[in-house]
């Protein structure tokens, strides 16, 4: 996993939209996106829309990797 993906995991230690994401990486809000895109697909990150604002929470397969990935530090 990429560098700017992982960092968009660990920030994910509470729900966040896609511009709290953007801002705590420091990418661009089309960065987030595409990244949490990607995150989605790989089943790390579930997204909930509620009207124009969508919020993103780790899953417990994320969880998991980030958690194997500390223990191998």
């Not at 966040?16 to 990150?45: C, D, E, K, P």
């Amino acid at each position: 996993m990429g560098r700017t993906r992982l960092a968009l995991l660990r920030s994910l230690d509470q729900p966040r939209t896609t511009t709290g994401l953007a801002q705590r990486v420091g990418v661009s809000n089309a960065t987030a996106s595409a990244h949490a895109s990607a995150l989605r697909a790989a089943g790390l990150i579930s997204t909930t829309r509620t009207g124009r604002s969508v919020r993103h929470t780790r899953t417990a397969l994320a969880e998991l990797l980030l958690s194997s990935r500390a223990a191998g530090d």
